[in-house]
């Protein structure tokens, strides 16, 4: 299945990253479990992180990026899905998320770690613990071509379990994480400014 004409006319308004975040930052946070195709969000104007990070590597591919998504895996936590782009050798991210502050990253960042590492001390669960623990290398989408990923009614869910299964590397060790402080509470209500109660995890 191919782009319908009003499909490509909006997309052709997602001209850049900002753009594409901006986009993802107006529309309503998805709190059901389900993985849906770039098209849905368009339709349905709603998308949790890894939707939201289909949809932005779906944009970026359009302007002339590569579809990259890097998972972030946490604990006690929900993981979080990002859509990563190169400029110039400097890595950059979009993503949707329930909290503030795990949203765009400028490409800024040398590195896939340096660009994870600006996260962490912004990813925290709804009790203020720090949860990033280790990420994925990046996977490019077009893999999934075939399967028209980006406009299909399958769910998406074999792409989630695609991330599961690549390498993770770690952030922090065993002492790191013994010794990790809790985010102020002012940090806290900054990150879940507007968020979706429904959709945030619950932490045991």
Known sequence: MEWTKDEIR????MNDTDKIQGFLDSIDYNPVYECRSPRWVIKK???HCFEGALFAAAAMEFIGYKPLIVDLKAFNDDDHVIAVFNEEGYWGAVAKSNFTSLR???PVYRSLRELVMSYFDFYFNTDGDKSLRSYS??????IYNPRH???TDEDLEYIGDKLEKIRHYPVVNKKMIKNLKRASEIMLRAGMLGSNAEGLFKPK
């Open 149 to 151: 990923w980006t406009t």
């Open 45 to 47: 104007r709603s998308a």
């Open 10 to 13: 909006f997309l052709k308004t």
């Open 137 to 142: 290398l990046s996977l490019d989408l077009s």
């Open 104 to 106: 765009y990253r400028e």
